[in-house]
């Protein structure tokens, strides 16, 4: 990559301006022309520049409040653009057109913006291809709060970073093509915020897209959503090749990664392939990943190899994963080989993973889709919801209290659940695992242990309907004492060719197992 500019009214350079309250215009046409606009100790200042051609730079530097910067260049290969304002409520636009489309590194244009201060609006559009802007709201400045970022970029290989030090920010980044990237450069995340109640919302239209939002320095009440192949309306949604990743730490904080979602009337979603990660790290913080899912009526969604990661450290924390599912009225949804992982260590988490049809008279079929939830500490909740062939869930709970919910619906599916309350204060029937599976030859493993001697809580239900299908419970207590209770097993099973067994140790435990046809049945 070319290297930025240095800020210089040098000999050559059109367009030099330096007294307060001053208006500068620069006008040039042809190739390898040069600007630079200086305005220090004023208010109300404004300098615009105007470059048709090639290979062009642009230079504005602005030291007061109100000021306003306007650069449009068209043409392919420009040098770069840059700008430096501080005060308040600056005003930068600028537009790029006209990128090289064979180009192997960004010139085509490179754009870099500077500001300290509060309430300042930029607007950055480039159309072309291989194109560059790097937006910064630099500390010791000011407080750099309630300033609106927004990018926009058409064509293919674009990258945009934004770094940010405040609060109260809007950052709005739209990619429209493939191979773009708001992402790592330089070691900065793509969209990278430290401070309070700041807003990021990325959208990428296409393939092969990269996106990255870093939330930092224990901030709260942050957002940040990254959509990759979204419609609202009566289109396609498609997202293939797509990489997402999100980083927050404090609490108040939600992140949401959509990758192949059909969110409007008779509209269908595509997700190929996509991966997408969320890392959280405080208190009542909130991720969501939707890839390949149909959140409207009338519309299908497929959702094929994606990966989901989330992993959330703190309490309070809810996490959910929808893959290959339909979530509306009315709507399909296929998901194949998808794969959701969500790690929480704390208390009072929730995790939810979704593989299937939540809607009214929705209709999913999942093949070799794998949902696994490992949650440490007390008081968690994993549920895990699976349609079609061939699907695993797995739940890992290591902590008191904790609650599993497995429900499969379809064949050859199955659900694993392991919990160990060793630590903690139990009360009886404190933790519980419930496991409910309808189809053919599905499996159902339930393991709880515990070192406790007294009160380990233990509650496990199995419920399967159909043949062939197998239930194994084990409550296990490894202390000396025999004095223990409150472990209760219960499987019911509805149809033929099904096996069952149970195993509880210790003493003043329930096992119940029911098998059979359906009532009247014959």
């Known amino acids: 990559m070319r290297n930025l500019l240095v800020l210089t009214a040098a000999l050559g350079l059109a367009g030099v ?14 190739t390898t022309n040069s600007s630079a606009t200086v305005q220090e100790g004023g208010s109300g200042n404004e300098a615009t520049v105007d470059q048709d051609g090639t290979e062009n730079e642009s230079q504005i530097r602005q030291n007061g409040n109100a000021n306003i910067t306007t650069i449009d260049q068209d043409g392919f290969s420009h040098r770069g653009i840059e700008t430096m304002a501080s005060g308040d409520g600056n005003i930068t636009n600028i537009t790029q057109s006209g990128g090289d489309p064979g180009a192997e590194t960004g010139g085509n244009s490179l754009t870099r913006v500077e500001l300290w201060g509060d309430d300042n609006t930029v607007d950055v559009t480039q159309e072309g291809d291989n194109q560059r802007v790097f937006v910064e709201l630099q500390t010791g400045g000011g407080g750099n709060d309630e300033n609106d970022i927004d990018i926009f970029q058409e064509g293919s290989g674009q990258d945009a970073l934004v770094d940010i030090d405040g609060d109260l920010n809007t950052v709005a980044v739209d990619q429209a093509g493939s191979d773009n990237n708001v992402g790592v450069v330089f070691g900065t995340a793509g969209v990278s915020i430290v401070g309070d109640d700041n807003d990021v919302d990325i959208d990428q239209d296409g393939t092969g897209n990269s996106a990255t939002a870093s939330v930092t320095g224990g901030g709260t009440l942050n957002s940040s959503t990254i959509r990759q192949g979204v419609e609202f309306g009566a289109a396609a949604g498609s997202a ?37 990660a969320v890392d959280q790290d405080g208190t009542s913080n909130e991720a969501t ?88 500490g007390a008081s968690n909740l994993a549920t895990v919801d699976q349609d079609g062939l061939g699907n695993d869930a797995f739940v890992d709970q290591d902590g008191d209290s904790g609650t599993a919910d497995i429900d499969q619906s379809g064949a050859d599916n199955m659900a694993d659940v392991f919990q160990d309350n060793a630590t903690g204060s139990g009360t009886s029937n404190a933790t519980a695992a419930d496991v409910d599976q309808v189809g053919s030859g599905n499996t159902a493993n339930i393991d709880q242990v515990s070192a406790r001697d007294d009160k380990p809580g233990f509650s496990s239900t199995v419920n399967q309907d159909g043949t062939g299908n197998s239930a194994t419970v084990e409550q296990g207590l490894v202390g000396p004492s025999n004095n223990t209770w409150g472990l209760t097993a219960t499987i019911t099973q509805v ?28």
């Open 17 to 30: 301006a330096s007294a307060q309250s001053n208006t500068a215009t620069t006008t040039q046409s042809g």
């Open 240 to 276: 293939n090749a797509n990489t997402a990743s999100t980083t927050q730490a404090g609490s108040d904080n939600d992140a949401t990664v959509n990758q192949g979602v059909a969110a409007g009337l008779l509209a269908g979603a595509e997700a190929v392939g996509n991966t997408a």
């Open 289 to 376: 990943v939707n890839q390949g899912s149909a959140a409207g009526a009338f519309v299908g969604a497929f959702g094929s190899e994606n990966d989901a990661d989330i992993q959330q450290d703190g309490t309070s924390n809810v996490a959910t994963v929808n893959q290959g599912s339909a979530l509306g009225g009315l709507s399909a949804a296929a998901g194949a080989l998808n794969e959701a992982d969500v790690a929480q260590d704390g208390t009072s988490n929730e995790a939810t993973v979704n593989q299937a049809a939540t809607g009214t008279l929705d209709a999913n079929l999942g093949v070799g889709n794998i949902a696994d939830v490992t949650q440490t």
């Open 495 to 522: 149809g033929s060719s099904n096996t069952a067994e149970q195993y509880q140790s210790k003493r003043n435990n329930e096992a119940t197992i029911e098998q059979g046809l359906v009532d009247g049945a014959s």
